[in-house]
Nanobody, 122 residues
Framework: VQLVESGGGSVQAGGSLRLSCAVSGFNYRNYCMAWFRQAPGKEREGVVSRVSDGSTRYADSVKGRFTISIDNAQNTVWLHMNSLKPVDTAMYYC??????????????????WGQGTQVTVS
């Protein structure tokens, strides 16, 4: 299984970015895909998760600003980020697991991780 993120960068507050995660070697009917982020000196936190049945969970801090989308044909997961704030500055990680997590926001629930892409908002 390989997850490769891209699309990070530097943006001014109020701007937008779209992160992408190319997924390979992970073809299962029941799965959960998620995005996490980690700022320097802080714990890794869940941003959003989506289970294969379509159920989606967002962190309160990003509701209404971030949107996850999955293109199964292209094996790609996107994170659309709007109205970015300096507090959104972090390394963003794409992650995956089989089945539905018990606690979607716990990094321990996920087996596969990408290398991360840096987002900086100033």
């Amino acid at each position: 299984v390989q997850l490769v993120e891209s699309g990070g960068g530097s943006v001014q507050a109020g701007g937008s970015l779209r992160l992408s995660c190319a997924v390979s070697g992970f073809n299962y009917r029941n799965y959960c895909m998620a995005w996490f982020r980690q700022a320097p000196g802080k714990e890794r936190e869940g941003v959003v998760s989506r289970v294969s049945d379509g159920s989606t969970r967002y962190a309160d801090s990003v509701k209404g600003r971030f949107t996850i989308s999955i293109d199964n044909a292209q094996n790609t997961v996107w994170l659309h980020m709007n109205s970015l704030k300096p507090v959104d500055t972090a390394m963003y990680y794409c992650t995956a697991r089989l089945g539905r997590p018990v606690r979607w926001c716990s990094p321990r629930e996920y087996a596969y991780w990408g290398q991360g892409t840096q987002v900086t908002v100033s």
